[in-house]
């Protein structure tokens, strides 16, 4: 899908047989509509992966390059100078209404260098932007026709997930997708070739830039509307409730008592390394799934490997998602893994095949359990502790099965 | 959007499950894991099994356990066969068949251990092997797909939950691994592609160069071959041309992440 001057052979991961690097990570964000934040020292090339991908929306995408002292004022003149225009002459009150002005901008990427320059004021607008609003007076009115999406560049160093951090904060709340370029840094035969290409510094924009963006946003309208496998939902089901089990309960509701209060053989498994996702990242884990799912079969992914390789291609989305996300243990990542987010979530992925290997036929069981209509105990006996979680879950399942069987 | 496939999980049908789950649960202790714990490093001899502690394996460190005996009771069976023998025997923490990558993961570990002081030992582990490469075609779970165009696949841990696929151009001739020229095959076959290092492990396993086999042209319609290893007189085999409707023997291995 992509029109590249960025190069990197590095492979994010193998996907159904398929290699999948940073610009098939960032043509994934956009047909699945994910706001990606690209974190990386300067002159990593994370600036020019985003001018590549503004490349195939023509001129439905706007850049904006992030700097301390421009205001909201400013950051609205660029994206419609009506606007302004509009709200000086407060005509936004009485002759044109903001509605005829937001239908006019038809932005359907919007890529921000710098993202953390900005002012949160600013920063809020933007993130606004990704998701394909603009706020006027307290009220969001709809821009760039149903798609719209963002991607930010910035170094913000390795902390920036701490609590305490309002710009980590808003980017974990705003951003679906964070990854830390630094770790997947092109080859040395990559930077071979573009240092041999040119050795002007600069990002280069695509001289004719073409207009994919029809195409991009039919696609991405059919996979957002796809059926999920049932794996799909059950490994989500699991992110979000089986890794929050401990023996105190609920990780969640220990709050701040976790990891610390754990019982010791908790503090060195992946109970006290990491905690649950949220509903919302569990959704973008989905998405980013399946989004990687069709980039897979765009390479040549047959349907029946894609099929068979759900779990791959969840806990892969899953490890991209979530990285950055807030949800790993900081001290034990430093401790244990030499401050790789990735190698840590590595480690979690490990254990999580391992508890799906484990479960792979009592969850079988359950499920034709559901499909014979009859509840058995013993089966629902067989889910204890981190699995506990899959007695409702088969319980909010037997609707659908009964649903497949009135059909 | 909804939910699609409810009547599979993983990929295979649900259908069966119920019942050989219930049975299983008559006696639970057969449902416990039976990998042992063991924390020293290096290699083991355990009564059974060998334990080699740091196999590296598709990226990640591994301890692989290595069956005393062929699995199943010296049995043969179909690859098809062995690989549903395989899930039932990983549930259950026993051993069970590997892909190629798996063994001659496991088989370069146990060579770069081979002056190590663990040797005599080490020696013992080569012996054994050596006499199963000369007395049984022995199965893997990787399975080729060659293509009438466009690249192969292989495809590893076939039939298995975590089973995975590489898109290769894999046909070409026959050769000696210390005479091919060409990386790509033996990366996406074994995981490995220092080919003097392939070359060095199977001669010192088997005492013979090691040869590839392979469909040699493309051919006219999609087929499908079993990998599977041994060695006879002159060379040890490295064969992707294996019927899969014909039985071989398995070494029994057992691999935890570490």
């Known amino acids: ?407 | 959007m909804g939910i699609k496939n409810l009547n599979k999980f993983m990929g295979k049908p649900i259908e069966g499950s119920l019942e050989k789950v219930l049975e299983r649960n008559k006696n639970p202790n057969s449902s416990e894991p039976k990998v042992p714990q063991n924390t020293n490093l290096g290699f083991q001899s355990d009564q059974d099994f060998w334990t080699v502690d740091s196999v590296s394996y598709n990226g990640d460190l591994y301890k692989v356990d290595l069956s005393k005996k062929l699995l199943d009771d010296e049995k043969s069976h179909t690859q098809d066969e062995w690989a549903q023998f395989s899930k039932t025997a990983k549930q259950n923490g026993d051993f069970y068949v590997g892909d190629f990558p798996l063994y001659h993961s496991l088989f370069t570990a146990l060579y770069d251990l081979r002056d190590s002081q663990r040797k005599n030992e080490i020696e013992n582990v080569r012996g054994f092997l050596e006499k199963q490469f000369m007395n049984y075609w022995l199965m893997t779970l990787t399975r080729i797909k060659y293509s009438k165009k466009g690249k192969d696949t292989v495809v590893h841990n076939h039939g298995m939950s975590d089973q995975y696929e590489i898109r290769e151009e894999f046909v070409g001739q026959d050769e000696w691994v210390e005479n091919a020229t060409i990386i790509e095959p033996y990366k996406a076959l074994l995981g490995e592609d220092d080919l003097p290092k392939i070359n060095s492990v199977y001669q010192w396993l088997t005492g013979k160069k090691p040869y590839l086999y392979r469909v040699n042209s493309k051919p006219d319609k999609d087929i499908e071959t079993v990998a599977w290893f041994g060695a006879g007189s002159d060379w040890a085999v490295l064969d992707c041309n294996g019927y899969p409707s014909y039985s071989y023997h398995a070494l029994g291995v057992r691999a935890q992440k570490i």
């Open chain 1, 1 to 407: 899908m992509s029109r590249n001057i960025y190069k990197n052979n590095t492979e994010l991961m193998n996907l159904h047989g398929q290699s999948i690097y940073m610009n098939d990570m960032v043509d994934a964000c956009l047909l699945g509509r994910l706001n990606l934040f690209l974190q990386g020292d300067t002159g990593s090339g994370k600036t020019q992966l985003a001018k590549d991908a503004m490349s195939q929306f023509g001129d439905k995408s706007l850049f904006v390059l992030g700097r301390n002292d421009m205001d909201t004022r400013e950051l609205f003149y660029q994206i419609n100078p009506q606007f302004i225009k509009g709200l000086k002459e407060g005509k936004l009150e009485k002759g044109i209404s903001p509605k005829e002005l937001t239908d006019k901008i038809n932005y359907n990427l919007t890529v921000v260098d710098e993202l953390p320059n900005c002012v949160s004021a600013v920063r809020a607008q933007l993130f606004n932007l990704f998701d394909g609003f603009i706020e006027i007076n307290g009220r969001a009115y709809p821009i760039g026709n149903g798609y719209s999406v963002g991607i930010a560049t910035g170094n913000v160093g390795q902390k920036f997930t701490e609590s305490t951090n309002e710009l980590g904060r808003a980017l974990k709340d705003r951003m679906h997708v964070i990854i830390d370029t630094d770790y997947f840094f092109p080859k040395p035969s990559d930077t071979l070739d573009i240092l041999s290409e040119s050795t002007n510094p600069r990002v280069e924009f695509t001289l004719s830039p073409e207009d994919n963006s029809a195409s991009i946003i039919e696609r991405s309208a059919r996979l957002i509307s796809q059926d999920i496998s049932l794996d799909k939902y059950l490994i989500a089901n699991y992110l979000l409730h089986g890794l929050d089990y401990c023996s105190k309960g609920s990780k969640r509701k220990m709050k701040e008592g976790w990891p610390t209060q754990l019982e010791n053989h908790e503090q060195v498994s992946d109970v006290g390394l990491v905690l649950p996702v949220s509903p919302r990242a569990a959704k973008s884990i989905l998405r980013l799934s399946q989004s990687l799912d069709e980039i897979a079969r765009s390479k040549g992914a047959s349907e029946e490997t894609i099929e068979a390789n759900a779990f791959n291609s969840v806990i892969q989305a899953y490890k991209f998602v979530s990285a950055y996300s807030g949800i790993l243990n900081e001290p034990k990542v430093q401790a244990d893994h030499e401050g790789d987010k990735y190698r840590a979530l590595d480690a979690i992925i490990a254990t999580t095949r391992t508890q799906f290997d484990d479960q792979e036929s009592n969850i079988r069981a359950g499920l034709e359990m559901l499909e014979s209509g009859k509840t058995n105990q013993k089966v629902l006996n067989l889910f204890k502790d981190r699995w506990g979680f899959m007695k409702d879950t088969l319980g909010g399942l037997a609707r659908h099965y009964g649903n497949q069987k009135s059909k």
